[in-house]
């Protein structure tokens, strides 16, 4: 397997122009630029498709629903929880994973596969531009989701405010930061759009299982919860359900936070070395 670097060759060090602005405001302008005008042309190409956009949008809202059975038979006031806390929670997970991680594996395949990962590198986006540019139109349709869904969890639900609001966005920031990270990394080893729909299930069934999607981790006996909390997504869960409860400690707290800066930064370095831009045929 061919590193980054090694698709195509020494492609941005040469190009003219693509240091030109130099540090600066003046280059943080142009490479905002950059990354609107690349998150516009994926936010297009995600239009068309359909099927992705429904998953997307819907799946998120239906399954914790599904799943109110399973947790109503759970002792929840026991460990602070509420039916509304465990649902809101719930679908924000579901967010990560199917706004975010699965959309973002098809694109970053479809897009190779079409070559036009490899057209946008001989121009003078950086490689970190293309991947972030292409996932800002996920990441955009996940933070959205997630203002709908704690509005509506608390005039439906009965959720109420989050008694620590701080950790609300720290939770959500590191869900769906990791989830794109990792998007990229389950990309570079799947050989298809189709074949996609596989290499998601380990970690969707992992993070649904494990991570207090489904079932919250206070619940599980505590060794297994202990394991289960060093999951990709367990940081960004625990602190998200931790601003509604504020039942989270400061070294807890920092904890999540580490453990997910952990992932983020492995899942990036990962991708750096082994992403491929070159269709896999």
């Known amino acids: 397997m061919r590193t980054a670097g090694a698709a195509t060759g020494e492609h941005h060090a040469s190009t003219p122009g693509a240091g030109a602005q130099g540090p600066g405001v003046g280059g ?3 490479v905002g630029r950059r990354l609107g005008a690349l998150g516009r042309a994926e936010l297009a190409l995600l239009g068309r498709n359909r099927g992705v956009v429904f998953t997307a949008l819907a799946v998120p809202l239906l399954l914790p629903f599904s799943a109110r059975p399973a947790i109503d038979q759970l002792d929840l006031r026991k460990q602070g929880l509420t039916i509304g806390t465990t649902l809101l929670t719930a679908a924000i997970g579901f967010s990560f994973l199917f706004a975010v991680y699965t959309s973002l594996v098809n694109a970053y395949v479809a897009r190779r ?5 490899k057209r946008l590198r001989t121009g003078e986006l ?3 531009e293309i991947l972030t540019g292409t996932a800002l139109p996920a990441l955009g349709i996940g933070l959205a989701q997630a203002l709908v869904l704690c509005a509506g ?16 966005l720290p939770g959500l920031l590191a869900g769906y930061l990791v989830s794109a990270a990792l998007a990229a990394l389950t990309a570079s080893f799947t050989r298809t759009v189709e074949s996609g729909q596989v290499t998601a ?11 207090g999607i489904t079932f919250p981790t206070e619940v599980m006996p505590e060794k297994l919860a202990a394991v289960c909390e060093l999951l990709p997504l367990s940081p960004a869960i625990r602190l998200f359900r931790g601003g509604w409860t504020g039942q989270l400690s400061t070294g807890e707290v920092l904890g999540a936070l580490a453990t997910a800066l952990a992932w983020l930064f492995l899942a990036v370095f990962a991708v750096r070395r082994r992403f491929r831009w070159e269709p896999r045929r």
């Open 28 to 30: 943080v302008r142009v």
């Open 113 to 117: 596969e079409e070559l036009v990962l």
């Open 126 to 128: 950086s490689d970190a």
């Open 153 to 168: 969890s608390a005039a439906l639900l009965h959720t109420g405010a989050p008694r620590a609001p701080y950790l609300i």
């Open 201 to 211: 299930l380990p970690l969707m069934f992992l993070s649904m299982v494990g991570s």
